[in-house]
């Protein structure tokens, strides 16, 4: 029987965890760092740093670990694959010169100019002037990207040419480099994809929520929920996303030399003038896992296996319901969430992200605290159960959007 390590300590990680274990092979998942509310579904929590790679691997080696599964997109950043690979461990995830298609947006974008992949049109800037010079010829709103890892924070649109400068200057000393994008007008969805090399697996389309208020206003947030599949996202939109996107990727990243196994996260808008890429992600999204991985009837564990060792996996995903989820926050998130509230007893279909326990109960700890999903034959009937269930926890001391869905259901 196998055993399986993944790396992190949200919502997205209980999720690949709890779906590992669903695995016929499969007998024990850890994960590391983990979080005390995974513990109810069964997995293992080691406290080890997620970028403590020595200890990771030591632990692999020492609990003989068939695969390593990695979450987040910092240690991969960081070179985790490159390490567990260089001891002989297999994981699945991309190595650091890979990885740079999320932690470098200027890289990305060149990338897609190389292989002629349809995106934005954009500058990179280190100095304040000279992208103010070049804002010029951009229309309102303008699109203001900090280059490097924010956490699904470090975007900003700004619609007002009084707020343009702050902007800058703001972004810039967080992050040393921008770049200034046109803003792209149409509707935003998720394209997550499975690779082995030149092998794919496309996930079904998500859509997720990224500000904090309804209606989709306020400032970005790590996502605040999702639901899956789109039905205003055709099939003929998902073809064409496929062709003009998804496939020129792969066959840019053998062309590169940056194959590898793992994710790719497309993040599209669709425009006017068709598909185009607003941003690479080289992990799951999170909230839009939450939602995706329930749908998965085949055997994970032997898909990412057979993905690792370049195989062309067989995967059927579910065709009959929609899956919807709702992330539940702690007040003040993103910038300054409320820590240590108790949180209530929680129902099966939650996957936990921030929290602490203390005498066997649970406390919030961080900003997102966990998500809550169900599934059912049509979307306003999937949304309808997950909020229901959400009014019973008397959740007045959180906090969590009303409106997810809201482009594909009126009411």
């Known amino acids: 029987m196998a055993k399986v390590l993944v790396i992190g300590s949200g919502a997205r990680e209980h999720a690949i965890a709890a779906q590992m274990l669903k695995s016929p092979q499969v007998d024990e998942v850890y994960c590391a760092p983990g979080n005390p509310g995974m513990k109810k579904s069964g997995i293992d929590i080691e406290d080890i740093d997620e970028l403590d790679f020595a200890g990771l691997t030591a632990f692999a080696k020492k609990n003989q670990v068939d695969l390593t599964f990695v979450g987040p997109e910092v240690p991969l950043a960081k070179g985790i694959v490159d390490y567990f690979e260089d001891q002989g461990l297999k994981i699945f995830g991309p190595n650091q010169s890979s990885a740079r298609l999320e932690s470098n947006k200027e890289f990305a974008k060149k990338f897609m100019k190389r292989h002629d992949i349809p995106t934005a049109k954009y500058q990179a800037f280190t100095n304040v002037d000279e992208a103010l010079d070049y804002a010029k010829k951009l229309n309102f709103p303008i699109v203001v990207k900090e280059n490097g890892l924010a956490g699904g924070k470090g975007v900003t649109i700004v619609k007002d040419e009084k707020d343009l400068k702050p902007t800058i200057q703001t972004s810039l000393k967080k992050a040393g480099e921008i770049l200034l994008e046109e803003f792209l007008q149409g509707e935003e969805y998720s394209v997550m994809v499975f690779v082995g090399g030149q092998q794919r697996v496309i996930f079904p389309i998500s859509q997720d ?16 929920g999702a639901y899956s599949p789109v039905p205003h996202i055709t099939p ?35 425009t006017s003038d068709g598909p185009k890429v607003i941003e690479y992600n080289l992990r799951l999204g999170d909230p839009e896992t939450q939602v995706l991985l329930p749908q998965m009837e085949s055997n994970f564990y032997q898909v ?67 998500t809550l999903f169900d599934h059912a034959s049509t979307l306003k009937e999937a949304k309808t159960k997950v909020y229901a269930e959400l009014a019973k926890l008397g959740l007045s001391e959180f906090y969590y959007r009303k409106d997810i869905g809201f482009k594909d259901i009126n009411n």
Do not use: W
């Open 236 to 270: 003929t939109i998902v073809k064409d996303t496929v062709d003009q996107i998804v496939d020129p990727t792969i066959k840019g990243l053998k062309t590169d030399d940056l194959e590898f196994s793992g994710i790719i996260y497309v993040g599209c808008m669709l």
């Open 304 to 370: 990412t296996m057979d993905l690792v060792n370049r195989k062309q996996p067989d995967i059927k995903f579910q065709e009959k319901d929609f899956y919807f989820g709702v992330v539940v926050a702690a007040p003040g998130y993103p910038k300054n969430p409320k820590q240590h509230i108790a949180l209530p007893d929680l129902p099966e279909n939650v996957y936990i992200a921030g929290v602490t326990e203390e005498n066997g109960k649970l406390y919030s700890k961080g900003g997102r605290i966990f």
């Open 209 to 224: 929520h990224k500000k904090l208020y309804e209606g989709e206003v306020g400032p970005n947030t790590g996502g605040m």
